[in-house]
């Protein structure tokens, strides 16, 4: 079975398809596996990086404005359409799992009519190349409810690291790696991938503030930013991450962006957050928050309203609350989906074996 996914440019696209890729080794090592991007888009270094063989595709990005890009769009469509439709003849691709993002869109035009297509969409509000791709899928498959016209709720895929995740049961060995004592509350901050210059600025104006000071804070800047406070017995800044499961298990509360990945890790993970969603793009990350906050799983706020003072008076009451960490626990993990990846996969393959 040889099987095509496309969803290049950000890890919010490109690291679902890499877990779905994941589980369908696991159930059968015997299928092949072909990632399609872009040679300006993250999976130039994230695919081969897992192990999967990547195969480049023209990008297509739709103009925003009245440019020149205008006009040539529709020939540079064309060409990227026909070398992706020789690229899945080639593959003998028996399908196209499409995740969104700019590598999507030609591939769901070159794939119809030759091979079916299974859609993946991630946000609440879905994106122009998942909103064609659904026109004609053989199968759609969402996040969040109402994103898509006969989407099927499954969630996104997830690590096996994050799926199999018990933060009770990991919670010391969480705490010795970071240096965090038992007994203190402990909140994780990050924001995204790059990091998050607002969350770091109000991260800083509550170190400097004192307003921390009774708590633990892991806090991940990004891999381009400098620390504003030296490491301490209770600061743990991080460039970067790589083992998420540990900072969740390792906190009681995180402050973070409102990414689709994001959230559906907190959800699977049972953690209480703050989302402060990116105040750029469709608005999507407001509105994939909503069904947390909605349960009670997650405070909202936006971004110009995240301040060291709203730290103080919303977040940090809740931290001193065991009885509110509970609940905004309990109600955030009835949302998590753990198995999206299983139905996800279950989707594709019978999608595959109807053709």
Do not use: W
Request: glycine residues 8%; hydrophobic residues 45%.
């Amino acid at each position: 079975m040889n099987i095509v996914l496309a969803g290049g440019g950000t890890a919010g696209h490109i690291e679902p398809a890499l877990n779905l890729a994941d589980h369908l080794k696991l159930i059968d090592p015997d299928i092949n596996i072909t990632v399609l991007g872009t040679a300006r888009g993250l999976e130039v270094d994230l695919v081969p990086a897992r192990g999967y063989k990547l195969e480049l595709i023209p990008a297509v990005p739709l103009p925003r404005k009245l440019s020149g890009d205008l006009v040539t769009l529709p020939t540079r469509l064309r060409s990227a359409i026909q070398q992706t439709r020789n690229l899945l003849t080639d593959l003998q691709a028996d399908v196209v799992v499409g995740f969104g993002g700019y590598v999507s869109i030609p591939a769901y035009l070159a794939a119809r009519g030759l091979i079916p297509i299974v859609v993946h969409e991630a946000n609440a509000r879905a994106g122009l190349a998942n909103r064609v791709g659904a026109r004609f899928a053989a199968a759609v498959a969402e996040t969040v409810p109402g994103s898509l016209p006969r989407a099927q709720l499954i969630g996104i895929p997830l690590r096996k690291s994050i799926e199999n995740l018990d933060r009770a049961k990991s919670r010391n060995q969480a705490r010795e790696f970071f240096g965090i004592p038992q007994d203190a509350k402990a909140i994780l901050v990050f924001g995204g991938s790059q990091g998050s210059a607002k969350l770091n600025s109000v991260v800083n104006d509550c170190l400097n503030n004192g307003s921390l000071t009774q708590f633990a804070v892991i806090h991940i800047v990004g891999q381009k930013n400098e620390f504003q406070n030296p490491a301490s017995s209770s600061y743990f800044p991080r460039n970067y991450l790589d083992r998420m499961d540990l900072a969740y298990s390792a906190v009681d509360f995180v402050i973070a962006r409102a990414g689709a990945m994001t959230i559906a890790e907190l959800t699977a993970a049972g953690l209480p957050a703050c989302f402060v969603p990116l105040p750029i793009g469709n608005g999507e990350q407001s509105l994939n928050a909503q069904p947390v906050v909605a349960a009670g799983g997650a405070l909202l706020i936006s971004d110009v309203e995240f301040t060291a003072d709203f730290v103080a008076k919303q977040v940090l009451p809740i931290l001193r609350d065991e009885g509110a960490l509970t609940a905004m626990a309990k109600a955030s993990a009835k949302l998590g989906h753990k198995a999206a990846a299983a139905a996800l996969s279950d989707l594709v393959l019978s999608v595959v074996r109807n053709t």
